[in-house]
């Protein structure tokens, strides 16, 4: 068996599940739904989440996510599916799940920074080369109708101010009063 090691990049959550008995319902029952929890587990390192069974956590919690390991007695079947789900990292297994994880380490990513980053993404969504153009025109038109409204805006490195007239702020006193606070000076 190739050596493993669990991702920290991967949050766990309880969910239930309610199933209908439609042989209750169509016999006239009324049945009272039980939910089933079920533990999920969201991958960062993939953005998907996971349905997991009780060896599946038993695996995960024996496996260390700080240093590779290589135990023969772990059930080759069901590394395989944590490996296969991004939860569990192989030496074997895929390398761009290893990078990511290996980076976002690197970079000292907080967890909760993390997951709210890649569970926040757009996935799914495709803008076409005549779309990019429009968006690109629409911006370009949003920002000389803002300059022709406000003015050009100001230099990157502004002139400083010429001196203005100065303001003498009066004097504290030990005792603290008569100014702004406490004189530092006690």
């Given at each position: ?65 700080s240093r590779w390991s290589d135990d ?35 970079n000292e990513w907080n967890l909760y ?74």
């Open positions: 068996m190739a050596r493993i090691r669990r991702t920290p990049y991967a949050f766990f959550y309880l969910e239930d599940d309610y199933s209908l008995d439609v042989a209750a319902v169509l016999s006239g029952e009324v049945p009272q739904p039980a939910p089933e929890t079920k533990t999920l587990a969201l991958v960062l390192l993939t953005g998907e989440r996971h349905a997991l069974g009780p060896s599946d956590l038993e695996t995960l919690r024996y496996v260390p996510s023969d007695r772990l059930d080759p079947d069901i590394v395989r599916s944590l490996v296969d789900r991004g939860l569990l990292l192989s030496e074997a297994g895929d390398d761009r799940l290893r990078r990511r994880d290996e980076a976002l380490a690197a920074a993390a997951l709210y980053h890649f569970m926040t993404q757009w996935t799914g969504v495709e803008v076409g080369a005549q779309e990019a153009e429009q968006l690109r025109a629409r911006a370009r038109e949003a920002a000389q109708a803002f300059v022709a409204e406000h003015g050009p805006p100001p230099d990157a490195f502004a002139d400083s101010p010429t001196e203005g007239d100065k303001l003498q702020l009066p004097a504290t006193r030990p005792d603290g009063e008569g100014g702004f606070g406490r004189s530092s000076q006690q």
